[in-house]
């Protein structure tokens, strides 16, 4: 029995030295390439701030990955349930940060689960968001009036509902300006944001009005409601007060500044007295004009001058002052 024993262990010790060897070479000929570490096969870490964007068109799926925990990952899984239907929408590279899923219906709920996967296919724990997607009430009897400060947007209002508002540029595009919980907004205007957001072929200001609610991480949206604004609608007030003043230099004319904010300038037009029609001499963006052309020595006695305020379209009414030159 010990002749048995000891031959036992001397074949199991050979057998652990040739199998000793064998990994120590597998191993020194594995780091030739690339050598694999517990780092490799651990659970990445899980997506960050998933959130769920619907509209009437679509589902907008976001979210965030840490950039340093990006080198460690390869690609994202994203899947959605409804009821106890699972459907995988994609894998998408480490890079996207973003989703639309257009294949839903109003009044359902779905669940969004989103993995984060590294080149070994080691999956981080799931990260879910819910959404019940809701046709929203859209805006009804929208009105419009023109402030001093530039447009002021009202309708009836819904307590429960936030409201959206947009403008449309000239490309068609939904620029959002703001969001109230109120029945009303003032769209704060210059001339050079209504001209950034007018087409000369289209003059009208556009408005596009939308209802939302948000519950989490979640947001839904309705489709909307546009109303356009003609151009002709903004008329600025006519310069007042003028006054004016004539030496050798010239023609100097003042008058008090008017109260919009969106007008673009003032016209100044001059006529002789024996001409018929007034013509335009220039443009001026502060109250004040100098005409170089007639001065106190001029042997033409009166001189007629119109002022007018430049709207984005159309020009306020006209003020019209009579220059003389006194003689002796």
């Given at each position: 029995?010990k002749?048995f024993?000891?031959?036992y262990?001397l074949?199991?010790?050979k057998?652990?030295?040739?199998?000793?060897i064998f990994?120590?070479?597998?191993?020194?000929?594995?780091?030739?390439k690339?050598d694999?570490?517990?780092?490799d096969y651990l659970?990445p870490?899980p997506?960050?701030?998933?959130s769920?964007?619907?509209?009437?068109?679509?589902?907008?799926i976001?979210?965030?990955?840490p950039?340093k925990?990006k080198?460690?990952?390869?690609?994202f899984?994203?899947?959605r349930?409804?009821?106890?239907?699972i459907?995988?929408?994609g894998?998408?590279?480490?890079?996207t940060?973003?989703l639309?899923?257009?294949e839903?219906?109003?009044e359902?709920t779905?669940?969004?689960?989103?993995?984060?996967i590294?080149p070994?296919g080691i999956?981080?724990k799931p990260t879910e968001?819910?959404?019940?997607?809701?046709?929203?009430?859209?805006?009804?009897?929208?009105?419009?009036?023109?402030?001093?400060?530039?447009?002021?947007?009202?309708?009836?209002?819904?307590d429960?509902?936030v409201y959206?508002i947009?403008?449309?540029?000239?490309?068609?595009e939904k620029?959002?300006?703001?969001?109230t919980d109120?029945?009303?907004?003032l769209?704060e205007?210059?001339y050079?944001t209504?001209?950034?957001?007018?087409?000369?072929?289209?003059?009208e200001?556009?408005?596009f009005i939308?209802?939302?609610i948000?519950?989490?991480?979640t947001?839904i949206?309705s489709?909307?409601?546009?109303?356009k604004?003609?151009l002709d609608s903004?008329?600025?007030?006519k310069?007042?007060?003028?006054f004016?003043?004539i030496n050798?230099h010239g023609v100097y004319?003042?008058?008090?500044e008017?109260?919009?904010?969106?007008?673009?300038?003032?016209?100044i037009?001059?006529?002789?007295?024996?001409?018929k029609?007034?013509?335009?001499i220039g443009?001026?963006?502060i109250p004040?004009?100098f005409?170089a052309d007639?001065?106190?020595n001029?042997?033409?006695?009166t001189?007629?001058y119109r002022?007018?305020?430049i709207?984005?379209?159309?020009e306020?009414?006209?003020v019209?002052?009579?220059?003389?030159?006194q003689?002796?």
């Amino acid at each position: 029995m010990k002749m048995f024993n000891d031959k036992y262990s001397l074949s199991s010790k050979k057998n652990y030295i040739c199998l000793l060897i064998f990994l120590l070479i597998l191993l020194s000929g594995c780091g030739r390439k690339a050598d694999p570490t517990m780092e490799d096969y651990l659970q990445p870490e899980p997506v960050q701030n998933l959130s769920l964007t619907a509209t009437h068109d679509k589902i907008l799926i976001t979210w965030n990955y840490p950039e340093k925990a990006k080198e460690k990952i390869k690609s994202f899984l994203i899947e959605r349930q409804n009821n106890s239907e699972i459907k995988v929408l994609g894998y998408y590279d480490k890079n996207t940060t973003s989703l639309q899923d257009t294949e839903f219906q109003f009044e359902k709920t779905y669940k969004y689960r989103i993995f984060a996967i590294t080149p070994k296919g080691i999956y981080s724990k799931p990260t879910e968001a819910v959404i019940t997607t809701k046709k929203l009430q859209e805006v009804e009897k929208i009105n419009y009036k023109i402030t001093l400060h530039g447009v002021l947007l009202s309708w009836t209002l819904n307590d429960s509902l936030v409201y959206n508002i947009y403008r449309v540029n000239k490309n068609n595009e939904k620029i959002k300006i703001g969001s109230t919980d109120k029945d009303f907004f003032l769209d704060e205007l210059l001339y050079s944001t209504i001209n950034d957001f007018t087409d000369p072929l289209m003059p009208e200001l556009s408005y596009f009005i939308t209802t939302s609610i948000s519950y989490g991480s979640t947001y839904i949206e309705s489709k909307g409601t546009n109303i356009k604004i003609p151009l002709d609608s903004f008329i600025p007030s006519k310069p007042e007060e003028v006054f004016w003043a004539i030496n050798e230099h010239g023609v100097y004319i003042s008058w008090k500044e008017v109260s919009e904010k969106w007008f673009k300038g003032y016209r100044i037009y001059r006529k002789g007295k024996n001409e018929k029609e007034f013509r335009p001499i220039g443009e001026t963006m502060i109250p004040l004009f100098f005409d170089a052309d007639y001065n106190i020595n001029k042997k033409e006695e009166t001189i007629y001058y119109r002022i007018t305020t430049i709207g984005p379209l159309k020009e306020s009414e006209p003020v019209e002052i009579k220059v003389e030159v006194q003689s002796g």
